[in-house]
Structures are given as C-alpha cells and as structure tokens.
C-alpha cells in the first residue's frame, strides 16, 4: 500500500472508489489499523458514492512508530496527520468519519483545520470532558494491561477483552478474532497503542472549543457502551452546534453488522445536506 509524507511522519494509507467522489476519510480508533474495516463495511460506503480513503494512525500498523524518541505528542498532532494525509492527496476537504480515538481526532481536526472538513461523524467518542465518556468499572483494565505477545494467546485476551466492550447481543468472537489476527500479522505494536492512549488522556477538553465547529455533525453512539459511556456522546451532540444524535439501542463500543445499513445511510444522508453547501466550514462567516 502506498505512504504518504504528513506532519512529519509517514502514514501509509488506501484510496478506494472513483476520484471524482466525494472523499470520505475514515480515522481510526486506538491500537486499530486500516485493516481494521471490515470489507463489506467499505463496499456498503463505496455503493452510496463516496470515494474512501482509510489509514494508519501515528503508531500504529505500518505508519510511524515513535519507538525510543522521547516526544509525546497529542491528539492535535494526530489531527495534524489527518490534515497532511488529505494534503499530500491533494484533497481540499473530506467527509470525516471517525470512531472511539478516530472520533476524537475528528473533532480536533474540524476544531484546528475546519477548513478540511465538509462534514463530520464522531461515532463512539466523546469530548474528553472528565465528567462523560467514562468506562464502566474494569473495562479500561482489560485494555491497559500488558498483551502477551506470543500469536495465539494475544488473540485469546484481546477477544476475551472485546467480549466485555461490544455490543452484548451481537457479539460475533469469530469476526473479532479475525479482526485481531489480521493486524496482529500485518504489524504488531503495542507498544504505540500506549503512547496513543497517553495522547487521549493528556489532550483535555474540546467542548468549549467544539462549540464554535460549524460543519454539519452526525453523532452516533450505542446505549450498551461500555467502554465511552453513551453521555460522551450526548456531551458531544450538546455541544456541536446543530449536531445530530443517533443512539443506537444494544450497540456497545463496535460496529455490529446489523447495524451497518442504519449507519451508512445516516452518513450518506449527513453528507447529501453538506454537499448542497459550497463553502467549507472555515470560510463561514
């Protein structure tokens, strides 16, 4: 797959469908890699018009790693990314649909570069206002603690893991598992899944900064959460000026297949309304 040169690092990406779609970019939550999007999920995208384009996050797959560099960085940086990858597509500005850390990347790159920004959708994210979002008790642990790194036994603990944060009654452990095999194999690090979740938790609070975002804003977030709390996303529609809620009865922190058809329609139709709007959120007056 090919890399692109953004922000000073090297992210390497894929281009799916007509170049003369609308571009949707679709950003990553934590540890996950553009592998990470489930084929019929990008073909339902691709049937409804959008030329999308998936990538790997700043450590993580086969972007760069900041292993033994003292620098932290922020989701601002990663943000920054984002904003460098549509430049070095030569996209003015794109349909941005990110998920858990991928949703609040999304919502730092229409605060600091609104101009890339036709329409957005945050989907199981939050605001990082401490007060929603938060995981139910012992969740979170099961994510921050040392993976075994030997195949088989990461992949027992990381689906054992997702049964605790998906969607209860949808759960599939043959999907997850092949999910996790996919990225353990393309490029295990996990070492980057921490410094990206010290990335979430040293960036602060976007409300105040996410009330002045003027881009048209879809929300979607599942009642069965439980590793962001559905009030993050409630906080985020609150904020979002205009911003749509879609709350989705017994979704957890994934994307169940049986609830596919429901999203991209939402997103398709989220994007119909900014299309029909010729000037980019930073040229709004």
Sequence with gaps: ???????GVELEYECLGDPADPTLLLVNGLGAQLVSWEDEF???LLDRGFRVVRFDNRDAGRSTWFDGRDDSYALADMAADAAGLLDALEVPAAHVFGTSMGGMI????????????????SVMSTTGDPDVGQPAPGVLEQLVQPVPRAREAYLDRTVAAARGYCSPEWFDADRARARFAREYDRAFHPEG???????????GSRSDALRAVRVPTLVIHGDADALVDVSGGRRTAEVVPGAELMVCEGMGHDLPTVLWGRIIEAVTLLAARAEQDPEPQGERR
């Design 42 to 44: 990008l073909h339902g």
């Design 193 to 203: 899944t921490v410094r990206q979740f010290l990335a979430i938790a040293t960036s």
């Design 1 to 7: 797959m090919p890399r692109a040169s953004a922000n």
């Design 106 to 121: 999304a919502q730092q790159l229409c605060i600091d570069h609104p101009e890339r920004v036709r329409s957005l959708t």
